[in-house]
């Protein structure tokens, strides 16, 4: 089993920078792809963001291009999201996934690909 804790979330004004961060414990995730998801008031949750397990492969969701990094350090079994420019679109609550399905390095989008989920921490942009 893995227990996710995603914390750094908060209240942000547009343009403004936040750092999410995603602890796990239990096991480690060194083998797990590892995604950011978020979903807004009234939608559903989507896939922001993942990173493959060496970290040498990373994807984003279009909206975020540009404005978001993933990253990882296996050795404190943590995940981050770098998150700048920020929108009021970006509003939600943002969730972290792990992926222990399938290969390493193949990179997944889609909240079924997922086995293990955080509780979430909330981001709110301010315009």
């Known amino acids: 089993q893995v227990q996710l804790v995603e914390s750094g979330g908060g209240l942000v004004q547009a343009g403004g920078s936040l750092r999410l961060s995603c602890a796990a414990s239990?096991?480690?995730?060194?083998?797990?792809?590892m995604g950011w998801f978020r979903q807004a008031p009234g939608k559903k949750r989507e896939f922001a963001a993942a990173?493959?397990?060496?970290?040498?492969?990373?994807y984003y969701v279009d909206s975020v291009k540009g404005r978001f990094t993933i990253s990882r350090d296996n050795a404190k079994n943590t995940v981050y999201l770098e998150m700048n420019s920020l929108k009021p679109e970006d509003t939600a609550v943002y969730y972290c996934?792990?992926?222990?399905?399938?290969?390493?390095?193949?990179?997944?989008?889609?909240?079924?690909?997922?086995?293990?989920w955080g509780q979430g921490t909330q981001v709110t942009v301010s315009s």
């Open positions: 996934a792990a992926s222990g399905l399938g290969p390493p390095d193949a990179i997944r989008s889609m909240t079924y690909d997922y086995d293990y």
């Open positions: 990173i493959s397990w060496d970290g040498g492969t990373t």
């Open positions: 239990g096991r480690t995730i060194s083998r797990f792809v």
